[in-house]
């Protein structure tokens, strides 16, 4: 019953922005800690940032600087705004969820393809 649909990845240009939606549902949103997450092909899946349900956000050494993550918990949507994008930010872009303890698992979109090319 639980669902993150994620939306927004797409080919842009070096030093260009864009913007990564995560739309929950089944969890009461508040309650989550919400991750994005990104695999390149050949590695490992890697935490970018979170928002935590306390209000706290973290980044990735990589993106600091460049990349805002954002809620929006009337909406149960979550946001990364990417800036100044580049090529080794291409990869696989992931939204997750996690109310642990109040669940017994954490929870994953699809995916999302973001390609930083010229």
């Known amino acids: 019953q639980v669902?993150?649909?994620e939306s927004g990845g797409g080919?842009?240009?070096?030093g260009g922005s864009l913007r990564?939606?995560?739309a929950a549902s089944g969890i009461i949103f508040r309650n989550?800690?919400?991750?994005w997450y990104r695999q390149a092909p050949g590695q490992q899946r890697e935490l970018v940032a979170v928002?935590?349900?306390a209000g706290s956000t973290n980044y990735v050494d990589a993106v600091k600087g460049r990349f805002t993550i954002s809620r929006d918990?009337?909406?149960?949507?979550v946001y990364l705004q990417m800036n100044s994008l580049k090529p080794e930010d291409t990869a696989v872009y992931y939204c997750?969820?996690?109310?642990r303890p109040l669940t017994a698992r954490d929870f994953w979109g699809q995916g999302t393809q973001v390609t930083v090319s010229s």
């Open 32 to 35: 989550a800690d919400m991750g």
């Open 11 to 14: 080919l842009v240009q070096p």
């Open 20 to 22: 990564l939606s995560c």
């Open 51 to 53: 928002s935590s349900r």
């Open 73 to 77: 918990n009337a909406k149960n949507t």
């Open 96 to 99: 997750n969820a996690d109310l």
């Open 3 to 5: 669902q993150l649909v």
